[in-house]
C-alpha cells in the first residue's frame, strides 16, 4: 500500500497526461506500463546474452557485459539477490575493473545477508578507485 505522500509523487511526477496536462493513466494502469517495460528489457538483455553465447564479432564481450550488467540491476531491484549476484558476477568475468558492478554485487550480496562478501567487494571498489587517482 502506498503513503499519501507517495500517492501525491506518483500523480505528479509518473502519471501520464494527455496535452491539457491532466493524467490520462490510472495509478493501476501506470504499474502495468512500468512492469510491461521492464519484462520488455529483461527479455532483450537475455536475448543479447544468448546471441552473443558463441557470436564472432568485435564488441561481443562490451555487449555481454552490459547485458549481464542490466539483466542484474532488473533483478536487483525486484529483490532478486541471488540470481542478480550471479549476473554481476558474469559481468565481472568480462571486465573486472567496474566499479559499478562491484558496488552493485556488494548490494545484491547484501540482500542475501552475506555482508562480508559484500564489505568485499565495497573495498575491491575503494582500493580500484585509489590506483587510479580517483580517491583520495
Known amino acids: 500500500p502506498l503513503t499519501e505522500n507517495a500517492r501525491t509523487v506518483l500523480r505528479k511526477r509518473y502519471l501520464r497526461r494527455g496535452e491539457d496536462g ?20 529483461e527479455a532483450y538483455f537475455e536475448k543479447v546474452i544468448e ?27 525486484q529483490k532478486e539477490y541471488q540470481e542478480a549476484a550471479g549476473l554481476f558476477k558474469e559481468a565481472l568475468r ?33 582500493a580500484w578507485l585509489k590506483r587510479r587517482g580517483k580517491l583520495l
Open 22 to 41: 491532466q493524467p490520462v493513466e490510472t495509478e493501476q494502469e501506470m504499474f502495468w506500463r512500468v512492469a510491461y517495460h521492464v519484462a520488455k528489457a
Open 94 to 126: 568480462i571486465r573486472k575493473d567496474s566499479s559499478d558492478t562491484y558496488v552493485s554485487l556488494a548490494r545484491a550480496l547484501r540482500g542475501m545477508g552475506e555482508l562480508d562478501a559484500a564489505l568485499d567487494n565495497l573495498d575491491q571498489v575503494i
Open 51 to 77: 546471441l552473443t553465447e558463441v557470436a564472432d564479432f568485435t564488441d561481443v564481450d562490451e555487449r555481454r557485459e552490459n547485458a549481464f550488467y542490466n539483466l542484474g540491476r532488473i533483478k536487483l531491484d
